[in-house]
């Protein structure tokens, strides 16, 4: 968890095309499960958060996501990409 701190962090001096590129990788890291366990929630928070940030990419995958989602996954997800978004 210490990485994804200090990203948090840090994500704030960098240009928004990088940072939206980041989110999406956060995005697909945890839909993948590349170093981590596969969190579809997780997932969908990074991709919003990303798609918000300009990345039509991560638009494109939260909405495939979304297909295989729960109304209450998805609304945990959207819960904590606000929750995010409020504190960075």
């Known amino acids: 968890m210490a990485r994804f701190e200090i990203l948090e962090a840090g994500i704030g001096s960098i240009g928004s095309n990088a940072q939206a590129d980041i989110l999406l990788e956060l995005g697909m890291m945890y839909a993948t499960g590349r170093d981590c366990e596969?969190?579809?929630?997780?997932a969908h928070?990074?991709?919003?958060?990303?798609a918000i940030k300009g990345s039509a990419r991560a638009a494109e995958l939260r909405a495939?996501?979304?297909?295989?989602?729960?109304?209450?996954?998805?609304?945990?997800?959207l819960r904590e990409a606000r929750e995010w978004m409020t504190m960075h």
């Open 38 to 42: 596969t969190d579809i929630v997780a």
């Open 45 to 50: 928070k990074w991709f919003n958060i990303a």
């Open 64 to 77: 495939e996501l979304s297909a295989s989602m729960t109304k209450a996954e998805i609304a945990r997800a």
